[in-house]
């Protein structure tokens, strides 16, 4: 069985003739569909070629993490180095990861106390405004420089009400 990409010529062929265009991709999964030709930049929403430098971090890892950290994002939000040197601060390059990453902060939503003592989590605060997104409070996956994002067309939680 052949797999199609969004213009419906054979994924293969398309890898095999370097064609594969990391910007078409606007979420988390199509793009890490596509890994090691691309991966989502969590930092700012966007698929991205993935660099050498990714690969190769992740090549050498006997069990694939979910999030690979850029070494500065990790140092200010973790501490300690781990990571890889790139100017994006998290790295997802599995489909399945995605909705894991996603998901794993999303079971300790009911309070921003119980949200921001779990690592990587940070609870959000938005009130509804004339034109806006409703109002909401959601623990949300991220690092010290705010949500990591999973789709291209959401607006980030802003860092003014983000905690954690």
Known sequence: RELYSDDARPRRQQWQSGEVNCSLRTTCMTCAAVWPYCAWCGSVGACMKSPSELQEYV???????????????????????????????SWIFSPSSCSIVKDYCTRFSYTCMSCNRISGCGYCHTSAQPGTYPSQNLCVA?????????????PPCSRSNLSG
């Open 59 to 89: 090549n050498e890892k006997a069990q694939w993490p979910h999030v690979v950290f850029g070494q500065d994002e990790y140092r200010r939000t973790f501490g300690g180095v781990e990571g890889i040197s790139t100017s994006c601060g």
């Open 142 to 154: 991220g690092t010290h420089s705010g949500e990591i994002l999973f789709d291209a067309s959401t």
